[in-house]
């Protein structure tokens, strides 16, 4: 039953990755009226770049986190297993 939930992680995670640029372009705007900087960008500064990067990490894994937690109840529903460890100190 498990490998059934393969295809429905792969469609959650390309929606999730673009759910998560649209929400991280719509936070850097209220950050700043440019584009987020990148590593490569020679004028900018460090900082702004650790932010940018932080942001961007933190909306993408915290998108992906609830968008596959959210397939997984619905998958659980459908078919009355889960996905995965039912908790976190399981091995």
């Known amino acids: 039953m498990k490998l059934l939930f393969i295809p429905i992680s792969v469609i959650g995670g390309l929606l999730s990755g673009f759910l998560a640029k649209k929400l991280f372009e719509h936070a850097w705007s209220v950050v700043d009226h440019e584009e987020p900087p990148k590593p490569g960008h020679h004028q900018v500064s460090?900082?702004?770049?650790?932010?940018?990067a932080a942001l961007e990490g933190a909306i993408f894994k915290g998108t992906r986190a609830v968008i596959d937690h959210k397939?997984?109840?619905?998958?659980?529903?459908?078919?009355?297993?889960?996905?995965?460890k039912e908790r976190p100190d399981e091995e």
Do not use: L
């Open 71 to 84: 397939s997984r109840e619905a998958f659980a529903s459908a078919t009355g297993t889960w996905p995965g």
């Open 46 to 52: 460090v900082g702004k770049v650790a932010v940018a």
